[in-house]
């Protein structure tokens, strides 16, 4: 095979291969907003003058507002060794060492982390980790459609709303069917998932259920009645998807434990900075029965011909490489030093430490709860939470914008979120967690009942016309 | 040369016909070039299946294949030892690594197959 770049003749006998006039059209699926058409670079800068510009950039982001959003990525602390011994070469810089033979300390890496995984979710079986959260709840949906040989399944709305788009996504490419589950609109349940509508949709004949996707806790902060969801799924013939927030599983039942078949959420809590949505770490887990079902790598436990403990990659066959279209993912590559910070995280915590997250967490989000109700703005719901909870702001996207421009991130406007529900128009999603202090909740909490009293306004008014359009 | 009782298809199938009863397993020369084999996907006991369509899957240490079924009909009986014994694929091929039986749903179907000649002269060419 000759290893010279491609000759114009090469491309057009290519082409003629699969039937295609040009490289563009390959990209069709691609929006045409979203196309490159070529780099308009700067002239070039000396580093001094590089770093002031991009410094001057990075001070465009608001880094020092008290924050309280959290919809699917949460503020945590993360000891400074997780940082420190990320930084070692072998960890920082390797790209794909998977050889057995040279490479046992990156996978016992892994093997670490998918056992720590199956702790945490219960389940049997973990992949070496995918992209984040979104694309892991995607593989969870496919893989529920091929071990089950149907091809629809049933979404909560209690799921993230960009999980749920990138699912379609993913749907629509294969011909699958993904339909919702309404929440419930009025009484104790409400904003949590309608297990009796449930029942329903998954009673149609014509159209048998995969998988049932629900998360706990929900988008909405809300825990779910996970294990009655699981036996509708089970009674239907369908398995049970349950999308996860890994620290939660300090304290709250684990999908191995509610009876689910696959688990998928998003493992930034777990030592992973914030940065600017990514990268994250997709985790995925399932009980042993669908273990060949499973994306992704998978790192083993054997022992060599010597009768040495050794760790190989494991089930290779069915990756993408090899498997081709039949492979149960296009993508078989995963977050290893993702994985690695997260694994870090949790052996620099331990259980105790991790509960201690999670339930400093849920204190400190009953005390937001008060602040904030004493503020103006009660729960939207009435149901349990952990650490999440949308509270009910008149203007909210408007107060949320004067807020910020007191320092105060006041968690993430529903109407922006889910645009489609306007019972969530006046609604404010808000979080807290370990690193939130009473201190912040009380500064938050008094500059909403400024805003909500009207003395905000009257200020603005008071001061011109120019200052009160602000 | 492959036993001469059995019918054959191009994707190395073997069947062995008994009243309305096909037993079906793959050739020894599919078993070789698929490797040692470690794990085989069967279909359930009772599952309709169509002549040609994926039925299975075969897994060796190095490819995922799939099984197809040779004949149409219904899937009566797996073999219970491929749970713990898949490597009877590769030293039984034709014995003890038969991998399932199907009740025909129309027994003409087998004159369509490879007979044992046929079948050699695919894999010579190969």
């Known amino acids: ?470 | 040369m492959v036993p001469g009782d059995l019918r054959y298809t191009k994707e190395h199938e073997w069947v062995r016909t008994e009243g309305d009863l096909a037993t079906v397993g793959i050739t020894d020369y599919a078993a070789e070039q698929l490797g040692d084999i470690v794990f085989v996907e069967l279909p359930e006991v009772g599952r309709t299946v169509t002549q040609f369509a994926p039925i299975g899957v075969i897994e060796s240490v190095k490819a995922v294949s799939d099984l197809f079924a040779p004949l149409g009909g219904e899937v009566v009986e797996t073999n219970a030892e491929l749970a713990t014994a898949p490597e009877l694929l590769n030293s039984e091929a034709f014995g003890g690594g038969w991998i399932l039986r199907i009740r025909m749903a129309d027994p003409t179907q087998i004159d369509g197959l490879l007979d044992a000649a046929a079948y050699d002269a695919l894999i010579s060419e190969a």
Do not use: W
């Open chain 1, 1 to 470: 095979m000759a290893y010279g770049p491609h000759t114009t003749e090469d491309r057009a006998r290519m082409l003629a291969a699969i039937g295609v006039d040009s490289v563009d059209d390959l990209f069709a699926d691609i929006p045409a907003s979203l196309r490159a058409s070529g780099l308009q670079l700067p002239p070039p800068e000396s580093e001094a003058e590089l770093s002031t510009r991009l410094r001057d950039l990075a001070d465009r982001n608001r880094v020092e507002l008290i924050g309280f959003l959290g919809a699917g990525a949460y503020r945590h602390f993360t000891p400074a060794v997780v940082d420190q011994l990320l930084l070692r070469g072998e960890f920082y810089t390797a790209y794909t060492p998977y050889q057995p033979e040279i490479s046992q300390g990156t996978l016992q890496t892994i093997y670490e982390y998918q056992s720590l995984m199956a702790e945490l979710t219960g389940l049997d079986v973990v992949s070496a980790s995918h992209y984040d959260g979104a694309t892991a709840t995607a593989e969870a949906a496919l893989m529920s459609c091929r071990a089950t040989r149907r091809e629809r399944v049933l979404v909560s709305r209690g799921v993230h709303p960009h999980y749920r788009e990138t699912l379609c996504t993913y749907f629509g490419g294969a011909s699958l069917a993904a339909d919702e589950i309404p929440l419930v609109a009025e009484g104790p349940a409400a904003g949590t998932t309608d297990a009796a509508a449930l029942e329903r949709l998954l009673t149609d004949p014509e159209r048998p259920v995969a998988g049932v996707i629900v998360a706990n806790p929900s988008f909405f902060g809300l825990l779910e009645p996970m294990s009655e969801i699981g036996r509708l799924a089970h009674a239907a013939g369908a398995l049970f998807v349950s999308v996860v927030e890994p620290v939660s599983l300090a304290v709250l039942a684990s999908p191995g434990e509610y009876g689910a078949d696959i688990a998928a959420g998003e493992g930034q809590s777990l030592g992973i900075p914030l940065a600017y949505g990514g990268p994250y770490l997709g985790i995925l887990a399932c009980r042993e029965a669908l273990v060949r079902q499973i994306p992704g790598r998978l790192v083993g436990m054997t022992t060599d011909i010597d009768g040495r403990r050794a760790f190989v990659m494991t089930l290779r066959a069915r990756e993408q490489d090899i498997r081709r279209e039949k492979a149960a993912s296009n993508i078989c590559t995963n977050q290893a030093l993702c994985a690695l910070a997260a694994s870090m995280y949790l052996a620099a915590l331990g259980p105790h430490g991790l509960r201690d997250v999670a339930a400093l967490g849920a204190a400190r989000a009953a005390e937001l709860e008060m602040a904030l109700a004493a503020a103006g703005a009660p729960r939207l719901h009435p149901g349990p939470y952990l650490n999440e909870f949308a509270v009910r702001v008149p203007g909210a996207a408007a107060v949320h914008a004067r807020l910020v421009g007191r320092g105060i991130l006041a968690g993430l406007p529903l109407a922006r979120a889910v645009p489609d529900d306007s019972s969530l128009a006046d609604a404010l999603l808000v979080c807290a967690t370990e690193v939130t202090t009473s201190e912040e909740i009380a500064a938050f909490a008094a500059a909403l009942r400024e805003e909500l009293s009207g003395s905000a306004a009257d200020e603005r008014a008071a001061a011109g016309p120019e200052v009160a359009a602000r």
